[in-house]
């Protein structure tokens, strides 16, 4: 049998795998509304575009003759906590296909890629390591850690509440009732400055990143909304509101997405007021290597990103 073989490779150079890693994904699906449906992600025909946009994209493949066992993507970028920017890699996409779980290839996968932080000069600067995980009906990627493994250096650093709403749902909350969210010690992940937002501060991945679902087999037609705290400038509970009127007035059948730390509990206890409860959950597992003292108060991380 072949050894597997890892390869690196950049947005230009992985064309050739593009069907392989397509294939891969849809074999893996998210619940929503308690199991009510389900989805899988579909990152379009080119692959790349999702994570080239967010920053500098490396894609570590694990492949044995021609077939593709795993693949986990390193995007390298700027976050910020306060006024400070932080070099960031944030590690995303990883999928090993049936037949090779259990096997520790994921280990392996992270382990390979964490050594291109010393190997590829890019990379050397990064002191914050981050990714977010989908919690599926058996947990999240974490679940099925065992014994030693990279992925045990990341603590669950946020738990985001994953909210799918109408439009014309959140055009008709009253942000005078809301709690207003706390400005201070915030770690922001995004939104990329590549991807620029449109309107009141949303954005579309459509054709980049969608979520398909079983019930239909169509994509889930998503509007996120991923302005940053900066430009709540009224307020973050208008500012949703504000998009639920805008995406309502330009009609069209799609759902308004966005996430909050599940630390703002007065906000998220307002949404459930105006009736509206999360429909998924995401955790952020992060490894900080800037000496910072303490945990952020919160994590704004937009929903386009995960």
């Not at 389900?38 to 003759?65: K, M, R």
């Not at 995980?133 to 974490?142: C, E, F, I, Q």
Request: net charge positive.
């Amino acid at each position: 049998m072949n050894e597997v073989r890892y390869a690196v490779l950049r947005p230009d150079t992985l064309g050739p795998y593009v069907e392989r890693l397509r294939r891969l994904e849809q074999g893996i699906e998210y619940p929503i509304a308690d199991g009510a449906d389900h989805f899988f992600i579909d990152h379009g025909p080119v692959y790349h575009p999702f994570f080239s946009t967010l920053g500098e994209a490396y894609f570590l493949l694990a492949l044995q003759g021609d077939t593709l066992l795993g693949s986990v993507t390193g995007v390298a970028r700027k976050v910020s906590r306060g006024t400070r920017a932080i070099d960031a890699l944030y590690i995303c996409d990883l999928k090993v296909t049936p037949s090779a779980r259990g096997t520790g290839l994921a280990r392996r996968l992270i382990l390979q890629g964490l050594t291109y932080l010393f190997r590829i000069p890019a990379l050397r600067g990064t002191r914050f390591l981050y990714g977010a995980a989908m919690r599926g009906s058996r947990g999240d990627v974490m679940h099925s850690v065992r014994g030693w493994n990279p992925l045990k250096l990341g603590r669950p650093s946020s738990r985001q509440a994953l909210f799918f709403v109408p439009p014309a749902r959140l055009a008709g909350v009253d942000p005078a009732r809301a709690p207003e969210v706390p400005r201070g010690d915030v770690l922001r992940l995004g939104p990329a400055p590549s991807r620029p937002l449109e309107g009141t501060g949303w954005c579309s991945t459509r054709g980049s990143k969608d979520f398909q679902l079983r019930s239909t087999g169509r994509p889930w037609p998503l509007v996120h909304l991923a302005a940053p705290p900066e430009a709540w400038t009224h307020g973050w509970a208008r500012y949703v509101r504000d998009c639920g009127r805008e995406l309502a007035d330009r009609g069209g059948d799609v759902l308004a997405c966005f996430g909050l730390d599940e630390r703002l509990g007065p906000q998220l206890d307002w949404l459930r007021a105006e009736g509206l409860v999360p429909d998924a959950t995401c955790t952020l597992y992060s490894l900080d290597l800037t000496l910072s003292s303490g945990a952020p108060s919160w994590v704004h991380l937009p929903s386009s990103e995960i």
